[in-house]
């Protein structure tokens, strides 16, 4: 996907922004780089509250936070890390492990109706079972069930 030259010139705190990967019902969601001392740099995912949904709607803040609070206590090899929550000039945003590759929404789209192989479904279901399963499973500190129910498992999130 090509990013317009405003984006890939755009920063939020220490991260640059490439290029738009996809845009939600409430956030968009960019590659980055994150850029250190040192000439360190990693690429990431930066998950953005759209601003057209931020306008008078605190509920809207309310569940992106707490969704990054959630994500941050996830750690499921199947399932993308959450790495912080940061602020802006008034902009919040979840910093995320960038996983190379392409959905399976994207997958599906190039094999067309041959679709993928039994054993490459079964697997790919498997794996995503496992990370529902632990986010499911997840508990507070206290050992307390957190009742997590992931609300878009969905090939494009996959």
Not at 34 to 52: C, I
Not at 77 to 106: C, H, S, W
Not at 134 to 150: N, Q, R, T, W, Y
Request: charged share 20%; no cysteine.
């Amino acid at each position: 996907m090509a990013a317009s030259s405003a984006t890939r010139n755009s920063h939020l705190g220490k991260y640059q922004l490439i290029a738009t990967l996809g845009k939600g019902g409430m956030a968009q969601v960019h590659l980055a780089l994150l850029n250190g001392p040192h000439e360190f740099q990693k690429l990431v995912v930066l998950k953005t509250l759209r601003d057209d949904v931020l306008e008078g709607h605190d509920e809207t803040l309310t569940m992106f936070l707490d969704e990054a609070r959630l994500a941050a206590r996830l750690h499921h090899p199947n399932i993308v890390q959450t790495y912080e929550v940061d602020e802006e000039k008034g902009r919040l945003f979840i910093a995320m492990e960038y996983l190379e590759g392409q959905t399976l929404r994207a997958l599906q789209r190039r094999l067309g109706t041959d679709g993928l192989p039994l054993h490459l479904q079964v697997y790919i279901l498997e794996a995503v079972a496992r990370g529902l399963q632990h986010a499911h499973g997840l508990e507070d500190f206290a050992g307390k069930p957190l009742g997590v129910v992931h609300r878009d498992v969905s090939p494009q999130n996959i």
